[in-house]
Nanobody
Framework: QVQLVESGGGLVQAGGSLRLSCAASGLTFSAYTMGWFRQAPGKEREFVVAIGRSGGSRSTANSVKDRFAISRDNAKNTVYLQLNSLKPEDTAVYYC?????????????????WGQGTQVTVSS
């Protein structure tokens, strides 16, 4: 049974930082592209950032470029999302997801497995 479990969310002031983690089990982690998505209240789920299987390639949404960074540790079956310079508009539930694509992708339909999400709230 595949499980993706996010952690690290919370309440932070604008300009602050958070580090999210997503621990994976039940799959060959290094065989999956990993992505982070987010969904704000009343909005559709949107792509944030993705990382390829080996960690050598990334794809990042323009809205978070230069502020958010993804990394992975295949030995620990974990993907991370570093959130810096947070803004109130970054408030959302953040989800990690796994796709079998070789290259990182922002296409939601490409992702086969999803976590339950972790809430990030940024106060102004």
């Amino acid at each position: 049974q595949v499980q993706l479990v996010e952690s690290g969310g919370g309440l932070v002031q604008a300009g602050g930082s958070l580090r999210l983690s997503c621990a994976a089990s039940g799959l060959t982690f290094s065989a999956y592209t990993m992505g982070w998505f987010r969904q704000a209240p009343g909005k559709e789920r949107e792509f944030v950032v993705a990382i390829g299987r080996s960690g050598g390639s990334r794809s990042t949404a323009n809205s978070v470029k230069d502020r958010f960074a993804i990394s992975r540790d295949n030995a620990k079956n974990t993907v991370y999302l570093q959130l810096n310079s947070l803004k109130p508009e970054d408030t959302a539930v953040y989800y990690c997801a796994a796709a079998t694509n070789v290259a990182p992708t922002g296409t939601i339909g490409a992702y086969k497995y999803w976590g339950q999400g972790t809430q990030v709230t940024v106060s102004s």
